[in-house]
């Protein structure tokens, strides 16, 4: 793509996401929001909603079904006989796209800050359910559809997360 998208929206009611470039659709992926629905309280397990920023992108050039921590590669490959091995593990896989929110007291600062809390986009094992809710607050999405989001997004780039 030539020329910078200009916003990802998040469809809560819908568990979809899509990104626009001049009032056209340029990319559009089932997503799995939080099985709590939405919300942006600190310790909630909803997802926030309103208008945030891709604060970082973390995991450029890493191997699809890399395994995340804390933002940082383990260095493990997820594979089903690991996923086994781990079954209650909320998997964080292949990217992630950290997000910020804008909104001072609605998803920013104090007991409602998006990024404190730690909300992301991200890959998860390509066996979970997309459009329906089962995150704990995050946006999950399957592991392809994340790739080519990722090669399409910039630090910076306005979300919009809503019903």
Same mark, same amino acid.
């Given at each position: ?19 626009? $470039?001049?009032?056209?659709? =340029? &990319?559009?992926?089932?997503?799995? /929001? ?5 919300? !942006?309280k ?13 604060r ?5 050039? $890493?191997?699809?079904?890399? =395994? &995340?921590?804390?933002?940082?590669? /383990?260095?493990e490959?997820?594979?089903? !006989? ?57 946006i ?24």
């Open positions: 793509m030539s020329e910078q998208p200009d916003y990802l929206y998040i469809d809560l009611s819908q568990q979809h996401c899509q990104l626009w $470039l001049q009032d056209k659709l =340029v &990319f559009s992926a089932a997503v799995s /929001t939080a099985a709590k629905g939405p919300g !942006e600190n310790g909630s397990g909803c997802t926030p909603r309103g208008w945030h920023i891709i970082a992108k973390i995991g450029a050039g $890493l191997p699809k079904n890399s =395994v &995340f921590r804390g933002r940082r590669p /383990t260095g490959i997820y594979s089903p !006989e690991l996923g086994q091995l781990a079954p209650e593990r909320d998997w964080i896989l292949t990217r992630i796209l950290w997000l910020s929110g804008t909104e001072p007291g609605k998803n920013r600062l104090g007991d409602v800050d998006t990024m404190r809390r730690y909300i992301y986009i991200h890959g998860t094992p390509d066996t979970e359910p997309m459009g329906s809710p089962h995150s704990h607050g995050c999950r999405m399957h592991n392809q559809s994340l790739l080519t989001l990722f090669d399409q997004v910039f630090t910076g780039l306005p979300v919009l997360i809503e019903e």
